[in-house]
């Protein structure tokens, strides 16, 4: 029986700038830098150059994300759209059910209840970390 490979852990460490995504890993002792418009975008860049260059599949490691604030916001926005979403229900009849305009059924209730606990598993993976630099 052979035992499975433990994946190796590899920190992605992500800011916004203007417009983009910007991250970097350090492997090794490589420090790689790429940017992209989504962080799906960036991995798939990072998986790639780490390939390039380290000559280490994507099935051998797993990014560990570390968010600064505004990446974070950008990537999670947190609000009744986005639970709605996660829910897969209109935001428009989200918002009616968070004034009281509305009333959901009891399966609907568990639908959203369902994706908030989704959205509040995903929140307790999250890492913050502080820039490295300060826009003027």
């Not at 035992?3 to 203007?18: D, H, I, M, N």
């Amino acid at each position: 029986m052979t035992t499975p490979l433990r994946k190796q852990k590899v920190s992605l460490t992500v800011e916004r700038t203007a417009g983009d995504l910007r991250g970097r890993v350090l492997v090794t002792t490589n420090l790689i830098v790429a940017s992209a418009k989504s962080l799906s975008e960036l991995k798939r860049s990072f998986q790639s150059l780490i390939l390039d260059i380290e000559n280490v599949s994507a099935a051998e490691f797993h990014f560990v994300v570390s968010y600064d604030l505004t990446s974070f916001f950008n990537q999670n926005p947190l609000n009744i759209a986005a639970v709605a979403s996660k829910a897969g229900i209109s935001p428009g009849l989200m918002r009616q059910y968070a004034t009281g305009a509305k009333f959901p059924s009891i399966d609907r209730l568990q639908v959203i209840e369902s994706a908030i606990r989704q959205i509040g598993k995903e929140l307790s993976k999250v890492r913050l970390h502080k820039p490295k630099s300060i826009p003027s």
